[in-house]
């Protein structure tokens, strides 16, 4: 056996334990690969038979050997190579950032552009520093800037950010006080749900589409739900309209669903839920059940916005249902299904306000 370990039997099985126990744990797979040179070469394996084995060249091997022989596990790790100097400065790249997301194109003289690309990209850079950079170069840099190329989604132009940070605050007042003064802390919403929603993205053959059917309809499921913030717990209802009279069928139902206990429910601010006919109710009720309402047009703040979208994703999505009841057997079976496993919708929808 050829190497530095043959007159000791001992020492030699140490380290054969030593890198069998790290290969389990490396996640690494060319550190894996290093450690498997090692192993086969303890093991006696010549050069020649370790590099076919591994499919490296013969003097790799033997780098490799040889460093370890000199450091050990140490003369195995990975030297990062710092890579070619940085043709842009921080303060550039933070100029890049900056002005890809806060402007757009034509507000930096690129008429009629309203989305960036690398090639605007590039030229801006180009415009800006006198640098020349090519398409490649430029990818990187976005790249390591944490920027991508994503789809753009709206928000609400006229979302108040005061009172939306004034909501946050009260929000986390309430949290403090579940499981005290607070018992259930529910977020509610209503969402139509149609017999077909949206068409995404999924595999197919290539060059060809997925064809989903569909009668070219408007008709869908109306739902009124909450989110149990505590418990992530998640109750809906089928109606067929929304009106003040619906609204307070549902409270009425809630508190049935909750007998016991103070609730703050948080909701939007849709005309039905501010109902003069729902004064009485919310009388007679107010120390079971309080309403805190969301800042206009601030559906973000609304977890159970969330809930919609899974819903959707799941179930409706790239789907065809030939009547609405199936659309509501498919919406309450997967309200039972996610119910079974209220840990994924805390994990999902209410940890990340």
Not at 68 to 89: D, E, F, I, N, Q
Not at 149 to 172: G, H, I, M, N, S
Not at 187 to 201: G, P
Not at 298 to 315: C, D
């Amino acid at each position: 056996m050829d190497n530095i370990y043959s007159n000791n039997t001992l020492e030699l099985n140490e380290k054969i334990n030593e890198l069998k126990s790290i290969m389990k744990e490396t996640k690494n797979v060319r550190m894996y690969k290093r450690y498997l040179v090692i192993l086969r070469h303890l093991e006696g394996a010549s050069n020649v038979d370790i590099a076919k084995m591994v499919s490296l060249d013969q003097h790799t091997v033997g780098d490799y050997i040889k460093n370890y022989k000199a450091k050990g596990l140490l003369g195995l790790v990975m030297k990062h190579s710092t890579g070619a100097p940085r043709k842009l400065s921080k303060d550039q790249e933070a100029m890049i950032v900056e002005i890809v997301t806060n402007k757009t194109p034509d507000e930096v003289g690129f008429e009629s552009r309203k989305n960036w690309t690398i090639e605007i990209i590039r030229q801006w850079v180009i415009k800006t520093f006198c640098i020349t950079m090519s398409h490649r170069g430029i990818h990187e840099i976005l790249h390591r800037l944490n920027l991508s190329y994503t789809r753009p989604t709206y928000v609400l132009k006229k979302a108040d950010k005061e009172k939306q940070e004034e909501f946050k605050v009260t929000f986390e007042d309430l949290k403090k006080l579940i499981n005290g003064e607070l018992a259930h802390l529910l977020f509610e919403d209503e969402s139509m749900i149609r017999d077909y929603q949206a068409i995404q993205k999924t595999w197919f053959k290539k060059g060809q589409r997925r064809k989903i059917p569909t009668y070219g309809k408007n008709a869908g499921v109306k739902l009124i739900g909450i989110l149990d913030y505590g418990t992530g717990k998640v109750y809906c209802e089928e109606h067929e309209r929304y009106d003040a009279v619906v609204f307070e069928r549902f409270l009425k139902c809630i508190l049935e669903q909750y007998p016991t206990g103070k609730i703050v429910m948080i909701l939007d601010n849709a005309r039905i839920h501010h109902a003069k006919l729902l004064e009485p109710f919310l009388y007679e009720n107010k120390n079971r059940l309080e309403l805190v309402f969301l800042p206009p047009y601030s559906p973000e703040l609304n977890l159970i916005e969330g809930l919609w979208g899974w819903l959707k994703s799941r179930i409706i999505n790239n789907a065809f249902y030939p009547t609405l009841s199936r659309v509501s057997e498919a919406v309450q079976r997967f309200i039972t299904h996610i119910n079974k496993t209220p840990t994924e919708i805390i994990d999902r929808l209410c940890i990340k306000m």
